[in-house]
């Protein structure tokens, strides 16, 4: 082991440098964990909360990767494993919204939302697996969305993508159990991200009425969930997909 390695649990978190990866990131630095923050192009933002999160765990570290290549994602992880001598928690959390109407959506615009949301979880699960394999423990928690559940209109590439999360989640699930590694994701509905911030006013009212608790949930409430499906107390919880909607 590295003399830089830890006793604790390490984490990767891809997407990591704001909104509900930010959030994340925060929730497992404070149970303990050396959180790597995961980023493409949001360098200022990974830094600022990197400096923030080493006043609780100085081993938390910035890496600039990109999900949608395989080569980079096998990198980041073979570099943390390498420095910290393990891998415990994977949060495949990076995602792109190009929202619009099947007929008129460009091919870019179907295949840039695929690639991210979809084939980086492939990229970024597939790179990870060597190691918790090898130490036969692991959790990999993806986010997914309402939207892949229920398919909302003008989000045919985005539902599409992070239907095929849940569907990654749980055949991942029955094939990585034998080796102690549990994966599950997590679909949040409205939350306060720039995602949503990027809506119309008009809009925003309107789904905030139509949401039962009458609000939009904040990033650290997909957080919470997600800290808790990376502990020992969701230790026999696998292949399941938790909403986090207010109620939608």
């Not at 050396?34 to 980023?39: A, G, P, Q, R, T």
């Not at 990767?65 to 990198?75: E, G, I, L």
Request: hydrophobic letters at 45%; a neutral charge.
């Amino acid at each position: 082991m590295n003399e830089s390695a830890v006793n604790h649990t390490v984490a990767v978190v891809t997407g990591g440098s704001k909104g509900i990866g930010s959030a994340v990131c925060r929730a497992l630095a404070k149970d303990g964990s050396s959180v790597v923050i995961n980023y493409m192009s949001s360098f200022n933002e990974a830094a600022a909360l990197c400096e923030e999160l080493r006043a609780i765990n100085p081993n938390t570290m910035v890496y600039q990767a990109d999900v949608t290549d395989f080569s980079q994602m096998k990198k980041m992880m073979d570099d943390t494993a390498g420095r910290f001598g393990r891998m415990d928690i994977l949060v495949n959390n990076a995602g792109l919204a190009r929202d619009g109407l099947l007929m008129l959506m460009p091919q870019k615009d179907w295949m840039d939302v695929i690639d991210v949301n979809l084939t980086g979880v492939f990229n970024a699960s597939k790179s990870v697996l060597p190691h918790m394999i090898a130490q036969r423990r692991g959790v990999i928690i993806n986010i997914s969305s309402l939207s892949g559940i229920d398919g909302l209109a003008g989000q045919a590439n985005y539902a599409a993508a992070k239907g095929g999360v849940i569907a990654l989640t749980r055949s991942l699930s029955k094939e990585l159990a034998q080796f102690g590694i549990r994966v599950n994701a997590v679909a949040p509905g409205a939350i306060e991200t720039g995602m949503l911030d990027s809506m119309k006013e008009a809009a925003r009212e309107d789904l905030r009425r139509n949401i039962p608790l009458r609000r939009f949930g904040r990033p650290e409430e997909v957080a919470s969930v997600v800290r808790f499906l990376a502990s020992e107390g969701a230790g026999y919880i696998t292949g399941e997909v938790i909403s986090v909607t207010g109620g939608l």
